[in-house]
């Protein structure tokens, strides 16, 4: 079974606008990353924060950790039409795998 | 830098053919993975290779067997195609322990 879970599945913003997508996870984790996946393609990495982190950002990216509850919000600022995609956690929990949740889909109207 | 690269792209197979899908990375990464993404379900591990010479099943490891080839090279064989086998497969790549993963462009595969 997975290990991350998504909410919403699908969320549909204006251009301009913030986007907000949040990840539940099962079991104690060394890091949490995210992924971003475009239509037809491979995933690309985004950004990792490790458990003893709350706190990350990169450009319009803003991800936090919160361990006690066992959830992460991924936060895209100032959305593009480019941000159009669909994205994915992924938990490390053991030594050599990563677990992948099943997506939000993020629509950004021009 | 080509990164990760995958052949075929794209693939039909009939119930009971035989493939195997090949997958290459440049980047002198020790682990690499294969996947398999269904609509709904996300990425699934279906097995991984920590280091040349080692291989280990992952969440859905059942009708697939992998060889690592060498140091780039990460194939995946299906013996047996099955209906249930049809998925996008993806291979990836990751300089030691799961940190960032570098994905291919992925393999469509359809088994009628």
């Known amino acids: 079974s997975q290990q991350g879970e998504e909410d919403p599945q699908a969320l549909s913003i204006q251009e301009g606008e913030n986007a907000t997508m949040n990840c539940s996870y099962k079991t104690s984790i060394n890091n949490l990353q995210w992924y971003r996946q475009n239509s037809g393609r491979g995933l ?8 003893n982190e709350r706190e990350k950002h990169s450009g319009r990216l803003r991800v936090t950790l919160d361990t006690s509850k066992k959830s992460s919000s991924l936060l895209i600022t100032a959305s593009r039409a480019a941000d159009t995609a669909s994205y994915f956690c992924a938990t490390r929990a053991g030594a050599n795998n990563l677990f992948f949740g099943t997506g939000t889909r993020l629509t950004v109207i021009p | 830098n080509a990164g990760v690269t995958q052949t075929p792209k794209f693939q039909v197979l009939k119930t009971g053919q035989s493939m195997t899908l090949q997958c290459a990375q440049d980047m002198n990464h020790n682990s690499m993975y294969w996947y398999r993404q269904d609509p709904g379900m996300g990425l699934r591990l279906i097995y991984y290779s920590a280091s040349e010479g080692t291989t280990d099943k992952g969440e859905v490891p059942n009708g697939y067997n992998v060889s690592r080839l060498n140091k780039r090279e990460f194939s995946l064989r299906l013996e047996s195609a099955a209906p249930s086998q049809t998925s996008v497969y993806f291979c990836a790549s990751s300089g030691g322990p799961p940190e960032t993963q570098y994905f291919g ?8």
Not at chain 1, 46 to 51: F, T
Not at chain 2, 106 to 112: D, F, M, P, Q, S
């Open chain 1, 44 to 51: 690309v990495h985004l950004i990792l924060i490790r458990s």
């Open chain 2, 105 to 112: 462009p992925g393999t469509r595969l359809l088994v009628l």
